[in-house]
């Protein structure tokens, strides 16, 4: 498995912005698709972003289309998720996710490598 690390979580106010930043090792970086989840307590993971290996490749939730940004840079072994005009419903603890499966894919059960999560705290 590949083991990964989240940072950049924090608190801020709504209509600002965060930048999360998930570092990778163990594995070689660019022969995994990754992911963003973000989990409320007492509710289900679920999916935010997702990028292909090669980085051509993006999908979102809905709930973020047109406000976050999933990205990577295969040299530094990262992934980014950029969050902006936040809302008090993106509270919720953000965790990475990588996925050795062909493709890109939007389901939990497709990513096989999981990183500790961080806090991300939207006030009003």
């Known amino acids: 498995q590949m083991q990964l690390v989240e940072s950049g979580g924090g608190l801020v106010q709504a209509g600002g912005s965060l930048r999360l930043s998930c570092a990778a090792s163990?594995?070689?970086?660019?022969?995994?698709?990754m992911g963003w989840f973000r989990q409320i307590p007492g509710k289900e993971r679920e999916f935010v972003a997702a990028?292909?290996?090669?980085?051509?490749?993006?999908y979102y939730a809905d709930s973020v289309k047109g406000r976050f940004t999933i990205s990577r840079d295969n040299a530094k072994n990262t992934v980014y998720l950029q969050m902006n005009s936040l809302k008090p419903e993106d509270t919720a603890v953000y965790y990475c996710a990588a996925d050795y499966t062909y493709g890109v894919h939007i389901t939990l059960k497709s990513y096989d490598s999981w990183g500790q999560g961080t806090q991300v705290t939207v006030s009003s």
């Open positions: 163990g594995r070689t970086f660019n022969n995994y698709a």
């Open positions: 990028i292909s290996r090669s980085g051509g490749t993006t």
